[in-house]
């Protein structure tokens, strides 16, 4: 499955209101550790399972979605379960750590 682009545009329908999992990215093209995380997030994506949605959110250019959830540090991973936030990983993590984090929520 391909990585989506979330905008505010289409934040409720690819993320409030998907059934299962989505998995957001908030990140920038100034910020060494997004794009270091970056191919992570994309493979997360490409083998993702049944139930999985995997997006990302250009904080520059979606002021707004990073404002509504308090993103003050990038890399910073969502995990929203049937449209809930229900776990949170800040910073360059491990792909096992983000894998853990999704299978947990």
Same mark, same amino acid.
């Given at each position: 499955?391909?990585? %989506?682009?979330?905008? $505010?545009d =289409?934040f409720? &329908?690819?993320?409030?209101? /998907?059934?299962?999992?989505?998995?957001?990215?908030?990140?920038?093209?100034?910020c060494?550790?997004?794009?270091?995380?970056?191919?992570?997030?994309d493979e997360?994506?490409?083998?993702?399972?049944?139930? %999985?949605?995997?997006? $990302?959110? =250009?904080?520059? &250019?979606?002021?707004?979605? /990073?404002?509504q959830?308090?993103?003050?540090?990038?890399?910073?991973?969502?995990?929203?379960?049937?449209?809930?936030?229900?776990?949170?990983?800040?910073?360059?993590?491990?792909k096992?750590?983000?894998?853990?984090?999704?299978?947990?929520?």
């Open positions: 499955m391909r990585v %989506l682009t979330i905008t $505010k =289409n409720q &329908e690819e993320v409030l209101q /998907a059934e299962g999992k989505v998995l957001i990215d908030f990140w920038a093209t100034w060494g550790p997004c794009r270091m995380l970056s191919p992570v997030v997360i994506a490409e083998e993702a399972a049944e139930g %999985l949605k995997v997006g $990302k959110v =250009n904080v520059d &250019e979606q002021p707004e979605l /990073a404002q959830y308090q993103i003050m540090t990038i890399p910073n991973l969502i995990v929203f379960k049937d449209g809930q936030a229900v776990a949170q990983s800040i910073g360059l993590k491990p096992q750590e983000i894998l853990a984090l999704i299978e947990e929520a």
